[in-house]
């Protein structure tokens, strides 16, 4: 297969949010557009952290709190992604092998990574689902190979 580099896989139209924005509005954002990692930039599209669905859910209040729904809506209005963020990211590269990235995402049990060029800048997305589809076109090559 001669297209195995990130950059031939990734997901261009990346959804991000800056650290300041509040953790409820990135939730919303999330759930419109069904993604499950943010990635979190500066104004110059560098990445500074990221934030998943998981770290959302681990920020909310647990049901036995005793907080009443206002306080509890108050607090959540407050919390910023910069308080909740990952910030030591594992990223792609553009030129990175889909191996050498599937290896990683493996060996540290994550879904996705950001991917960045060489100025820090996330120009991507990585997911499993990007690898499966590379697999599968592999496959598929391999099977019209055998039977040409």
């Known amino acids: 297969m001669k297209n195995t580099l990130v950059k031939d896989w990734m997901v261009t139209s ?42 959302i859910r681990k920020a909310e209040p647990s049901e036995a709190t005793t907080l009443n729904v206002w306080e509890m809506n108050y607090l959540l209005s407050k919390l910023q992604l910069k308080d909740i963020m990952t910030k030591n990211v594992l990223t792609a590269h553009v030129n990175d092998s889909l191996k050498s990235v599937a290896l990683k995402m493996q060996e540290n049990k994550i879904g996705a990574l950001p991917v960045i060029d060489d100025h820090n800048k996330v120009v991507g997305i990585i997911t499993e689902s990007d690898i499966f589809r590379a697999l599968i076109a592999w496959f598929n090559e391999e099977e019209a190979a055998a039977a040409a």
Do not use: F
């Not at 959804?15 to 557009?33: C, E, F, Q, S, V």
């Not at 990635?39 to 998981?54: A, C, D, E, F, H």
């Open 14 to 55: 990346v959804i991000t949010a800056g650290p300041h924005t509040g953790m409820l509005d990135a939730h919303k954002l999330m759930r419109d557009h069904n993604i499950r990692r943010l990635p979190i930039v500066k104004k110059n599209n560098q990445l500074v952290g990221i934030v998943t669905r998981s770290d």
